[in-house]
């Protein structure tokens, strides 16, 4: 094992120049057909529901038409009518544009609480670190679903702001244990020590030292929970504790299916939701694990 | 090994006060109380004063805890306004059918992941390896609400193999067998759902396991002494392998509570997930809050079984 550290060294050595992180994530997607390709669909997608929401009429698609009420797809409504005869295309397109909206704003909201978190006990280490993994531990002991639910059941003043805090609040741990676990190893290196003997503050060496160097697997990790966050979204607006029904999310389409009529005889209407949640988790999916191939330097295919 | 059960165990009890504190707080920040659901609106209110004075309702908050755990521990966990019975008989009539779902679930997760991991790790990189990889990549992306709906679409809509919801046909005479099938057959669908991706974690990691285990200089040694492969196999890899999964048994407990309420609404199950949905929608909240108090001390004690056959298991784990 030492060997191979060596050898490996000496290889990095004649290289001059490591190929910096960035660019090592990005050849391994450029690399990696599938992964390439979900990246290409997701912008697409993405800028799709962006041009396509600001082209609708928002009005027009959250508009109540009891004259039209389950109406299926036609030239006019090509996914057909829900139960309030809006328009489910209109709603399929603001609901993605809305979930990947959330999941993005989650996932990094997540992230930086994770980071800062993970980063303050895996650098102090000892005391700090045993009360931080005990709060960590805690939060992983509750269950997840329901204490968001009776969250979301109690906040007075229910918005989107709100419903983002309330699942942040319960999903920053996995970045934080990841985060912990790497600046615990990274601290006992020397160059950390080299900064410390310098009298760099302990914030700067956190700031930028110690954090450019996981950035990576940062980013491995925040891609793979948007994944999770998309599915995590959805089902809480399929459970009725998502985005409020005004604001329609991907979830709230399925939520339809609840009603036996509806799931068997008007798949139109929560199908494509169904098929378009699974794409986009995917997508990012492959995205991520090309990613996490890359920053380990066994697997790369780049 | 009993100094890690006892650290652990010893570790468990802040966990549980503090979850118990937390569950105070949030049903004391619910809107309503006791009193609002009991009394009509016509009698005075000095009346429903005195009430609440008489039931501690105005004591400071720490008395106020204490006498809840009191409560607690005496198996009195309040009313329910919406379904006028004791919380504990509601949440009784309901138990049973989640642990039937969560045991079927259960067991169909390692019927479904022992031999596909076993398949995919002894001949790994062939087509049949591809295929079950490729089936828990996808499972793992596929949230088990999406994989539920789509079930009772397609076998409990489109073929009608399977009862759409219930957990039993009515008018059947309990003890009777038509009442255990009848009970089986609404079971089944909901099961397969939940286990089919609950499982794609499990297979993953007897694969690994298995293809790590395989490389280890005593399978080398077995095969050089003439072991049959049949024998490397069974007496040398996979008691290896299955001992930590079946170790798992608890995390997964753990995984599939998530996973329950979702499954218990879509198939209209009666259990303890789609309890604790209706009583949010019916702020019911000494129902919702005593559901997630028992959720939690599940997820306790899943997490500890675990984590104590873990390491009897593998003693690499109590040098921690």
Not at chain 1, 88 to 94: A, E
Not at chain 2, 4 to 29: D, G, N, W, Y
Not at chain 2, 82 to 89: D, R
């Amino acid at each position: 094992m030492s060997k191979d550290v060596v050898i490996m060294s000496e290889q990095i050595e004649e290289s001059h120049e490591s190929p910096s992180g960035l660019k090592v994530l990005w050849r391994e997607i450029i690399r990696d057909k599938l992964a390439l390709s979900s990246l290409i669909l997701l912008i697409v997608i993405s800028i799709g529901v962006i041009i396509g929401s600001a082209i609708l009429d928002y009005d027009e698609v959250t508009k109540v038409d009891l004259f039209n009420t389950h109406a299926p797809p036609s030239s006019e409504n090509w996914l057909g009518t829900d139960y309030g005869g809006r328009d489910v295309f209109g709603q399929l397109i603001i609901g993605t544009r809305n979930s990947l909206a959330i999941g993005v704003l989650v996932t990094l909201m997540s992230g930086f609480i994770g980071i800062l978190f993970g980063l303050i006990a895996g650098y102090f280490g000892g005391t700090i670190d045993n009360i931080f993994m005990r709060i960590l531990d805690f939060f992983l002991i509750l269950p997840f679903l329901m204490i968001v639910i009776i969250f979301v059941a109690i906040v007075p003043k229910y918005s989107i702001i709100s419903f983002s805090l309330i699942m942040t609040a319960f999903l920053w741990m996995g970045t934080a244990r990841l985060v912990r676990s790497k600046a615990l190893q990274e601290r006992e290196l020397d160059y950390v020590n080299a900064a410390k003997t310098l009298g760099t503050s302990n914030l700067k060496i956190m700031l930028t030292h110690v954090l450019p160097n996981l950035s990576s697997i940062i980013i491995v990790n925040m891609t793979l929970s948007l994944a999770g966050n998309i599915g995590i979204e959805s089902g809480l607006s399929f459970l009725g504790f998502g985005f409020p029904e005004s604001t329609p999310s991907l979830g709230t389409l399925l939520s339809y299916a609840t009603n036996p009529q509806t799931l068997e005889y008007r798949w139109w209407i929560w199908l494509p939701a169904a098929i378009l949640i699974l794409i986009l988790m995917l997508s990012v999916r492959n995205v991520g694990e090309a990613f996490k191939r890359a920053t380990d330097a066994r697997q790369r295919r780049g | 090994m009993w100094k890690f059960t006892v650290r652990r165990i010893l570790i468990m009890i802040p966990q549980i006060i503090l979850l118990s504190v937390l569950i105070f707080i949030l049903a004391k920040m619910m809107p309503g109380d006791a009193l609002s659901g009991l009394i009509d609106p016509n009698i005075d209110p000095d009346t429903i004063e005195e009430k609440r004075e008489q039931l501690g309702l105005n004591d400071p908050w720490h008395i106020q805890y204490v006498n809840w755990v009191k409560d607690l521990f005496q198996g009195d966990l309040g009313m329910s306004f919406f379904y006028k019975m004791p919380v504990t008989e509601l949440i009784g009539q309901r138990i049973v059918n989640t642990f039937w779902l969560g045991l079927a679930t259960l067991i169909l997760v390692y019927l479904i992941a022992v031999p596909l991991g076993i398949i995919s790790g002894r001949y790994n990189n062939t087509w049949a390896d591809q295929l079950i990889t490729g089936y828990t990549y996808i499972g793992f992306a596929t949230p088990t609400f999406i994989f539920g709906l789509v079930m009772l679409w397609i076998f409990g809509f489109y073929f009608g193999w399977f009862p759409t919801g219930g957990s039993v046909t009515p008018g059947l005479e309990p003890g009777t067998m038509e009442y255990v099938l009848s009970k089986i057959n609404h079971l089944l669908l909901p099961a397969i759902s939940l286990a089919l991706i609950g499982t794609v974690s499990t297979v993953q990691y007897l694969r690994n396991e298995i293809i790590d285990v395989k490389q280890q200089d005593f399978i080398l040694t077995a095969r050089a002494k003439g072991a049959p492969e049949s024998r490397v196999y069974n007496r040398h890899i996979l008691r290896n392998s299955l001992l930590p999964i079946a170790a798992f048994f608890g995390y997964e407990i753990v995984g599939l509570i998530g996973g329950t309420i979702f499954i218990e609404m879509i198939f209209s199950y009666p259990g303890m997930g789609q309890l604790f949905m209706e009583s949010i929608v019916a702020r019911d909240y000494s129902v919702a809050t005593s559901l997630v108090l028992l959720y939690g001390i599940a997820t306790i004690i899943g997490t500890l079984l675990s984590d104590i056959i873990l390491s009897i298991v593998d003693p690499r784990i109590r040098i921690k």
